[in-house]
């Protein structure tokens, strides 16, 4: 079974197969002996220490459906359960399969959950692991859009969507300053984060051409660096790996290619692009929104811009990563397109090539972190998307600013300009209302959302 290379519980055939493929390699004696000897203790250490598949599936059910509060929160409750409460994860590959994740497009929470699984209990444990981070979540959205595609049109329901709205704008502020305290190190990175705020805000640059420089640019910084001998825990044949991407590749592209060849074109067009950005997500879901919210409102015309930030309002009140956010536009989409069953269809396609990806990039590069980990051009290349990120975020920040401060947002030489005689005061109060409950008095990006909805509410049935 070749779903997952390199399963931890299933080793190559024997130490004999380990040590040709690492004299392949050109490794000196002692490296192979240390390689050899780590091998063992990895194969004994599963024998004994292997979760059952019920603990496995208990305690990832706890994750998924307490993950709420973005990445930070959803692996501080897997670091609770999975190094302190279980002890199944140590602190130190905890934290290396981390790095990892954040090396791949897609939500980090969500792949350090499946190679967590992947290495408690192989492939099994990863897709345990993965489907139950997401799924809770997945069945939460889709209540709540399809709520919202048959009462978001009542009047008290739009008047709390004005508090949703603007405790969005101050979500995403939020998301930007604790990005950019991390990711903006030293000049140059201050630099590559203004260029990418003007390149997308001015230029309207496409999103995946950002993110290609920015790690260009990552990777020619770091070049000369050493990269020192890794001694994987296991050696994992090219064909073992090369047959599992092509099995999760398939899998990725079946429904795409089943809607293409029965000529449903808006399913067609609409799982293209959450494939493409499958590929694109890196540093996080704020940075690849402003993509997101251009493409599906201005290029495509999907939904309109309030139904975008009412979006991401929704999401943030939900278990489970916030590119869910791709199901509830999906949906909408769909609604708008063809009505309820066209609808569930598109949220389906969207799950689907949103995360299928993500254990595509789980199962074949799990066996090779450590190697990967050890290149410093990959981490260069990692600190100049994160830096971009920075400047891609700061033009969503604006971008959602705009629409929820001004009734009217025109397109202008150099970017969307305001309509000055269009300022709604409400909008303006409400928007720092909700950033000084988030900003100020710190409380919970949940009770925010539901405060400021429960507000504008109210205002609207009093006034």
Not at 251 to 261: D, G, T
Not at 397 to 424: D, K
Not at 442 to 459: I, K, Q
């Amino acid at each position: 079974m070749v779903w997952g290379a390199g399963d931890p519980r299933v080793k190559p055939e024997d130490d004999e197969h380990s040590r040709r493929a690492l004299e392949r390699r050109g490794a000196s004696r002692t490296f192979m002996q240390m390689s050899l000897a780590a091998m063992h203790r990895v194969r004994q250490r599963h024998r004994m220490d292997a979760p059952a598949l019920s603990d496995l599936f208990r305690s990832f059910a706890r994750i998924g459906l307490l993950s709420f509060g973005g990445p930070a929160a959803q692996i501080s409750v897997m670091h609770d359960e999975l190094v302190t409460r279980r002890g199944w994860m140590p602190e130190s590959q905890f934290l290396g399969a981390l790095s990892f994740c954040m090396l791949l497009p897609g939500p980090e929470a969500m792949q350090l959950a499946t190679y967590a699984g992947w290495r408690a209990r192989g492939v099994a444990g990863g897709l345990i692991a993965g489907l139950l981070f997401v799924l809770p979540g997945a069945v939460v959205i889709l209540g709540l859009g399809y709520g919202y595609a048959v009462w978001g049109g009542v009047p008290l329901v739009q008047a709390a969507f004005l508090g949703v709205k603007a405790a969005v704008v101050a979500i995403v502020v939020q998301a930007l300053l604790r990005l950019a305290g991390r990711a903006l190190a030293t000049r140059a990175h201050w630099l590559v984060a203004g260029l990418a705020f003007v390149a997308m805000f001015a230029f309207s640059v496409p999103f995946p051409a950002i993110i290609a420089a920015a790690a260009l640019w990552g990777w020619w910084q770091s070049r000369g660096a050493a990269v020192p001998p890794v001694a994987q825990a296991w050696v994992v044949r090219p064909a073992a790996t090369l047959a599992t991407a092509a099995i999760w590749a398939a899998l990725w592209a079946a429904p795409v290619v089943a809607a293409w060849a029965m000529g449903a074109a808006f399913l067609t067009d609409l799982a293209l692009f959450f494939s493409k950005l499958a590929v694109v997500t890196f540093g996080g879901a704020y940075a690849v929104l402003a993509y997101m919210a251009d493409t599906v409102v201005s290029m495509k015309g999907w939904i309109t811009t309030a139904e975008m930030i009412d979006a991401l309002g929704l999401a943030e009140t939900t278990p489970g990563p916030l590119i869910l956010v791709t199901e509830f536009v999906a949906l909408l989409a769909g609604w708008h397109a063809g009505g309820a069953g066209l609808a569930l269809m598109a949220a389906a396609m969207a799950l689907w090539v949103t995360f299928v990806p993500c254990f595509l990039w789980i199962f074949t590069g799990a066996p090779y972190v450590e190697a990967i980990l050890a290149r410093p051009r990959l981490k260069g290349a990692l600190a100049g998307i994160s830096a971009a990120v920075v400047g891609v975020i700061l033009n969503l920040s604006l971008w959602f600013a705009l629409h929820v401060v001004f009734g009217e947002v025109r397109a202008g030489t150099l970017g969307p300009v305001p309509v000055w005689s269009t300022l709604s005061w409400a909008g303006l109060g409400m928007t720092a209302l909700a950033a000084g409950l988030l900003l100020g008095l710190r409380l919970s990006m949940v009770r925010v959302l539901m405060l400021m909805a429960a507000l504008a509410g109210l205002v609207h049935v009093l006034i």
